[in-house]
């Protein structure tokens, strides 16, 4: 194992996370202004954030397989590099299928990082830090998440839609400098003693039914989070008449900041509930998930702002305190040669249906409005917490001791 500071390492993770996340989402804080210079509608809008969750959906395997097999540290370093340049570039499209070309570029490209950093993390990390580190990771995300939609917001309202892009864009290329200093570069890392081809990791892995549940789990609550993480900032312009900044700031805060405070210590009790065995990690996650989707019922009851707001960050802080426990649970579940895969194959369907949300709820905005479609993802969270509960009693325990 290479003599890099395993807390330097997640310090230095969730930063690139939360450039990450930014530059990814940012975009979606500058929809109005694409769709007045350059004629977007709502439905190629949501065609935009589709093709980049499709490209990152299709090229996570890859990105998750090829973290398994070679040295996770340069691999890191090369997305970044390559995303940040690539959202740079963005800033200086002029016509629309620019844009949409680079958003597919995006999505491969960034595909190949979090499945290596989350697998980094968890080399570093044994089972009584690792929740906390992988939580500290994704709260990296959440940062950027707020972050990034908040500046892009800000920049566009006052300079256009490209300032946002080539601005983060150009951080990303400093912070990948820095990177180059603070990430193992040691070619021998990973360090696994098997290495298995990918057919053999991914049959493996879908042979155990709680690492599949855990993947349709993961898959029914991106639905709802993609959503709202493309669709929240126009939500707010459109029916309130918030300024693209303050519309930008809410849309992506009330979920990435109460979602980052969740993270903040959701990974440390994730960790003190599976002293007792880690199965209490999925129960954990059913019961939270459950008590999440009535509060989406808010959107029908109601078009008070503040109540919208206060049922945002409800829903945020129950599904982020759940989803917390998905990447522990599957280290706990796969050997450390596998870990970068699972990773990837997770993404995989995460993405592609959080692509497939977020083009439907394009397609369904003229004749449900967001306040139907934010409503509706109560119902696809119910399944999630019903499929979760069903594994704990039928699955769970056994796949444990297996791997045990």
């Known amino acids: ?29 500058v929809y109005a202004l694409l769709k007045s210079d350059l004629g977007f509608s709502d439905a190629a809008l949501g065609a935009m954030g589709s093709l980049f969750l499709w490209s990152y959906a299709l090229a996570s395997p890859v990105g998750g397989y090829l973290g398994d097999r070679f040295a996770r540290g ?18 200086l499209a002029v016509l629309p299928w620019h844009l ?20 980094l993390v ?15 990771i994704a709260l990296g995300n959440a940062a950027g998440l707020v972050g990034g939609g908040t500046l892009a917001g800000y920049l566009g309202e006052h300079y256009g839609w490209r300032a946002p892009l080539i601005t983060l864009g150009a951080a990303g290329l400093l912070l ?3 990177c180059r200093f603070l990430l193992p570069m040691d070619p021998a890392e990973p360090a696994t003693a098997e290495k298995l081809s990918y057919r ?16 349709v789990a993961g898959l029914l609550t991106s639905i709802g989070g993609w959503i709202f993480i493309n669709w929240l900032p126009l939500y707010f312009h459109e029916n309130f008449g918030l300024s693209l900044a303050r519309a930008g700031f809410l849309g992506s805060s009330l979920v990435g900041l109460s979602g980052a405070a969740t993270l903040a210590v959701g990974g440390w009790v994730s960790d003190r509930v599976a002293m007792g065995g880690a199965h209490r990690r999925m129960w954990m996650q059913a019961a939270l998930i459950l008590c999440a989707a009535p509060v989406l019922l808010t959107f029908l009851a109601t078009r008070q702002q503040t109540a919208i707001m206060i049922a945002l960050v409800a829903y945020s802080v129950l ?3 759940a989803d917390v426990n998905i990447l522990p649970l599957l280290c706990d579940l796969t050997n450390s040669s596998q870990r970068s895969t699972i990773f990837g194959l997770t993404n995989m369907v995460n993405t592609m249906a959080g692509g497939a949300g977020v ?46």
């Not at 995006?106 to 499945?115: F, T």
């Open 319 to 321: 599904r982020t305190s």
């Open 100 to 119: 949409l070309a680079l958003r597919v570029a995006l999505g491969i490209v960034e595909a190949a990082y979090l499945p290596a950093a989350f697998a």
């Open 176 to 178: 990948a400098v820095v």
């Open 74 to 91: 340069p691999l890191i370093l090369a997305s970044l590099a390559s995303w940040s340049l690539i959202t740079l570039v963005t800033g």
């Open 1 to 29: 194992m290479p003599k890099t500071n395993k807390w330097v390492l997640v310090a230095t993770l969730f930063l690139a996370s939360a450039l990450n996340y930014a530059d990814r989402t940012s975009i979606t804080s």
């Open 200 to 215: 053999q990791a991914a049959t493996e892995l879908l042979r155990v039914p709680s690492i599949a549940v855990l993947a």
């Open 122 to 136: 968890a080399a570093y990390h044994g089972p009584s830090t690792r929740g906390a580190a992988l939580g500290i």
């Open 359 to 404: 083009l439907a709820a394009g397609l369904l905005k003229s004749s449900a409005g967001l306040n139907g479609v934010f409503a509706g993802v109560a119902g696809i969270l119910l399944l999630d917490a019903a499929l979760l509960f069903a594994c704990c009693i039928l699955y769970l325990h056994r796949d444990l001791v297996r791997h045990a």
